[in-house]
């Protein structure tokens, strides 16, 4: 039997929504990503009906948008900075692109604001998807989002016969211990439809039949609570 290659495919933006839940609201840590691709191995395996070895993430892309320095103050250049070091830890090949930053008017002050709005990423992403399908990289494309627009890249991957694992959050509005409000992390239904199959991060961490998987599917930092 043939392995089954798998290639995961990060909406970062979104990823990292659900990342901060977990870390903050739920307090497990963050995602392990070593951790994290070898249970879209068994999970996948599980869905495909195939060997567990093999069935194998061959490579993985994460892709997000960056502001300059003028932007982002050195506490996030130094988070994103760390970030970046462990997907590259983890293999895994990161895509940014930069940020349309927008002075806001009538600031007042000498420290000036910007209106940021990412561009472009949600194309390259659609895009490196759509080329690896059909240069025949993978078998199954794990896509991490949860956005509607995919939909017509979810149809198409999946009529050059490819299979296509949507890993979603769904998480309601909340407000972390710094009283610092997060708007809901959810996946389209559009999208769920349109899948193979779905993995939903929420349920999957309160089921019973993967409660192994999910408990070293997260880390807390060193000195962490």
């Known amino acids: ?92 090949v990161p895509h940014f692109l930069a940020v349309r930053e927008t002075p806001k008017a009538g600031n007042g002050s000498d420290d000036v604001r910007y209106q940021l709005a990412q561009k472009g990423v949600d194309v390259q992403f659609a895009i490196d998807v759509l080329d690896f399908a059909h240069a025949d990289r993978f078998d199954v494309a794990v896509l991490v989002t949860g956005d509607e627009d995919f939909v017509p890249l979810v ?39 349109a899948a193979s199959w779905c993995l939903n991060f929420n349920s999957f961490v309160r089921d019973p039949d993967w409660k192994a998987e999910a408990r070293s599917l997260f880390f807390k930092p060193k000195g962490a609570e």
């Open 155 to 193: 149809h198409r991957i999946t009529s050059l016969g490819k299979h296509a694992l949507v890993a979603h959050f769904s998480i309601d509005p909340w407000t972390d211990d710094k009283g610092y409000g997060h708007r809901g992390t959810f996946c389209s239904r559009a999208l769920q439809e």
């Open 1 to 92: 039997m043939q392995t089954v290659r798998v290639m995961v495919f990060y909406d970062g933006a979104y990823f990292k929504a659900g990342n901060v839940f977990f870390r903050y609201k739920e307090k497990r840590g963050w995602f392990s990503l070593s951790e994290l691709h070898s249970l879209l191995e068994r999970y996948t395996a599980s869905k495909a009906k195939s060997p567990t070895d093999l069935t194998k993430v061959v490579a993985a892309h994460y892709y997000d948008g960056r502001t300059t320095t003028s932007v982002a103050d050195s506490a996030q250049l130094e988070r994103e900075r760390d970030f970046e070091m462990a997907l590259i830890s983890a293999g895994i």
